[in-house]
């Protein structure tokens, strides 16, 4: 029982974990979603008013009020009912009677029909004489004839219960002149729109319950055994101009602290990990784009290049080259020119200012790179980078679509897997994981991007490591600019 005791707080805050982390996934589809939801509310409530429209019958109300007087046996006149067992009565008996089907009978006899076209109701106000009866049609002429003929035969109808009756009236049937049940636009749309939003929360619900991502370095213990190296931070810029963009980088000084020593965390364990295999070639890839592996490769390079190691960059998503962007430098010569042949290794590198960080990179994309990255030249180059090189870092195309990724691996000693958190689903990790199987460079272990900062761990040790990340950012303000460009020296 003490046992008990002690776990029902655990799970109550399991419990209240997996809450929050559902309202967070519905917040972040919201956003991501926003136009499903939207789209939602205006068919829910365009859907709403269509079908009012479309289903649409008129009904004509027709209605009397009136009091019910009694025959005085004694006189011969009338008197009206005041004590509450006769009101009682009349409340009791008058509905009765329009609802039987002698009434009913003798009222299509005295109409001539052999159907009613309308519904007769009756209310009586609780301890009272007074009476509404009212009478409900498609046709509004209807509607006043069997009204006012409905209170005719009453009295006949209705003497052998109630006796001899009178009907003083309040108000008169008149014929109506318009439908009871015109369409309310506004409460159309009301409620088509709330059934709309009520769909939208579901989907939302169901949507962040069903699409299983990576939010915890527990739940990637799920997809796989690799070691999480490092968790980025994210990094929020203040909006100056919309049409400015942001650059991530280790010497922007306007990044925070944290997001400077998750780097530098995560290149000393890759630099041990390296070390371990004696090994120079990195390759940096994610499962799917938009996850930050273009930034995360160009912040390592320039960290490794702090230390005062001789790295090589090397852009080697030819289908969409954007690290010299990054880089803030014009396009050169790429792997694709590499392939091509026609110069000497170091003809192709191109060293950035006031760094030793090389870099290799172009900026046309290339539509069917697969021949080109297995050349018998790329692989050369690589060699003879390896021989001149302390380390070469090469960014890759997401290996969960496409097989480049698994190419260059096989040139490299190490991969670096990048997972964005609460970005691309579980399974999917998997099949990216499951593409690199088999290659030459064993996967040295994963970088988790876009962690929240509500999540990090501070302190000695595990500062880093903790959980930081990022979201999408431009790089129109990187530090380094193309500028002279010195040719890697052949002893080095």
């Known amino acids: 029982m003490e046992r008990q005791r002690n776990e029902n707080p ?6 209240k974990i997996d809450l929050l982390q ?33 289903s649409y019958e008129p009904v004509y109300r027709s209605s009397a009020t009136f009091t019910v007087g009694t025959a005085d046996s004694g006189s011969g006149s009338y008197s009206f009912y005041y004590n509450s067992s006769t009101a009682d009565q009349l409340s009791r008996t008058f509905p009765y009677i329009l609802d039987s089907s002698f009434f009913r009978s003798a009222l299509m006899e005295r109409m001539d029909t052999d ?9 009586t106000i609780t301890d009272s004489n007074v009476v509404t009866v009212t009478v409900e049609s498609p046709d509004a002429e209807d509607a006043a004839e069997i009204l006012t003929t409905a209170l005719e035969l009453y009295p006949e109808t209705a003497r052998f219960v109630l006796g001899e009756i009178e009907f003083n009236y309040l108000d008169e049937p008149e014929t109506p002149q318009e439908p009871c049940n015109s369409p309310d636009l506004l409460r159309s749309l009301g409620i088509g729109g709330g059934a709309g939003m009520l769909a939208a929360i579901c989907f939302l619900g169901l949507s962040a319950l069903f699409r299983k991502t990576a939010r915890s370095v527990e739940e990637m213990k799920q997809i796989t055994s690799l070691r999480c190296l490092a968790s980025v931070p994210q990094v929020n810029f203040k909006a100056r101009k919309k049409q400015q963009n942001h650059s991530i980088s280790v010497w922007e000084k306007r990044v925070h602290h944290g997001y400077k020593e998750s780097i530098r965390a995560l290149q000393i364990r890759l630099e041990k990990e390296m070390a371990g295999r004696a090994g120079k070639t990195l390759v940096v890839t994610s499962t799917v784009s938009e996850e930050g592996k273009s930034t995360l490769a160009v912040n390592l390079a320039e960290t490794f290049a702090e230390k005062g190691y001789q790295v090589l960059l090397i852009d080697g998503d030819l289908r969409k080259q954007s690290d ?8 050169g010569p790429g792997l694709a020119d590499v392939a091509r042949g026609g110069k000497t290794p170091r ?3 191109r060293k950035v200012r006031r760094s030793t960080l090389w870099f290799l990179g172009g900026s046309l994309p290339v539509k069917q790179p697969a021949p080109l990255l297995s050349s018998r030249e790329v692989k050369d180059f690589l060699e003879e980078m390896r021989k001149r090189m302390d380390y070469i870092i ?9 097989q480049d990724a698994g190419i260059l691996a096989d040139l490299a000693d190490g991969i670096l897997y990048v997972v964005k958190y609460d970005f691309v689903p ?7 994981l499951s593409g690199l199987r088999g290659r030459k460079a064993a996967v040295l272990g ?7 900062e509500s999540s990090s761990e501070y302190g000695y040790g595990r500062y880093g490591y903790g959980g930081y990340g990022y979201r999408r950012y431009g790089y129109d303000r990187y530090r380094y600019a193309s500028g002279d460009e010195a040719e890697p020296d052949e002893d080095e």
């Open 10 to 15: 655990v799970n109550r805050d399991a419990d």
């Open 22 to 54: 559902l309202f967070e996934g519905m917040w972040k589809n919201l956003i991501r979603f926003w136009w499903i939801v939207l789209l939602l509310v205006v068919l829910g409530a365009g859907g709403y008013f269509a079908f009012q429209v479309l």
């Open 115 to 123: 159907q009613i076209n309308g519904t007769i109701t009756a209310e």
């Open 324 to 331: 010299a962007d990054i880089l803030k430098t014009d396009g």
């Open 347 to 349: 003809e192709y590198v």
């Open 394 to 402: 090469i960014d890759t195309p997401p290996s969960g679509m496409f």
């Open 426 to 432: 579980q399974q999917e990790i998997r099949e990216g």
């Open 446 to 452: 994963y970088a988790f991007n876009s962690y929240p």
